[in-house]
């Protein structure tokens, strides 16, 4: 039983436009959630974090939303550039923010057009 | 600054046999936790280890095992292999007890296939 979802596999967006990557979880223990981003043959990199206080993040062009009472969090990129293509993973933990074990959802292949 | 380095890149093996992966972490780090990769999954946590110990584990047999060394490298071992265990194994370092998830280095992986 998956933990945290990530429903759409893929996801092509127009360079310059946003992209809007989405992610629900069930365990209402969760407390902080962070979005990895992953080239072909290199580990993920972290990219973006919240913590459940929160509902919103902003780090440069990437946003992360956070909807507790729907268990929903999304990322949003703008504007989207073809080097943000990569497969995303949406994360949760309840550690907090501290080192911990992480639940990582199947990831979506973002792929930014020209 | 070399980042989390892993050996071998790549490894097949057969049903039954035994494997060891090896990770050194990034320099300054002294804790490394090992991820499996199944194909089309997210990465899925096997343990921890900090202080030569094994810290936190997750859903995995007792047939995964580990171990860490006074270097804070670390070595995954998988027994009895199934052609279940083939998958891409991530190793990523931090620095206990002060930093944060945000500080967790991925490796490359090293992809192993059970035929």
């Known amino acids: 039983d998956q933990q945290v979802k990530q429903n759409s596999p893929s996801l092509s967006v127009q360079e310059g436009r946003i992209s809007i990557l989405n992610c629900d979880y069930t365990?209402?223990?969760?407390?902080?959630f962070l979005w990895y981003k992953k080239y072909p043959a290199e580990g993920p990199t972290f990219l973006i974090s919240i913590s459940s206080i929160k509902d919103k993040n902003e780090d440069g062009r990437f946003t992360v939303f956070l909807n507790k009472s729907a268990k929903h969090l999304s990322l949003h990129i703008v504007p989207s550039q073809p080097g943000d293509s990569a497969v995303y993973f949406c994360a949760a933990t309840d550690y907090g923010g501290s080192q911990g074990n992480l639940i990582f959802g199947k990831g979506t292949k973002l792929s930014v057009k020209p | 600054d070399a980042g989390v380095t892993q050996s071998p890149t790549h490894l097949i093996k057969t049903r039954g046999q035994q494997v060891t992966l090896r990770c050194s972490p990034k320099?300054?780090?002294?804790?490394v936790s090992w991820y499996q990769q199944a194909l089309g999954q997210g990465p899925q946590f096997i343990f921890q280890?900090?202080?030569?110990?094994?810290?936190q584990r997750g859903n995995f047999p007792d047939r995964f095992s580990g171990h860490q060394f006074p270097n804070y490298s670390s070595e995954l071992n998988v027994n009895a292999l199934l052609l279940g265990d083939s998958a891409l194994y991530l190793c990523?370092?931090?620095?206990?007890?002060?930093?944060?998830?945000?500080?967790?280095?991925f490796g490359s992986g090293t992809q192993l296939s059970v035929l």
């Open positions: 990523a370092s931090s620095a206990l007890p002060t930093t944060t998830n945000e500080k967790l280095f």
């Open positions: 280890y900090y202080e030569e110990e094994e810290r």
């Open positions: 320099s300054g780090h002294d804790t």
């Open positions: 365990n209402s223990m969760f407390d902080y």
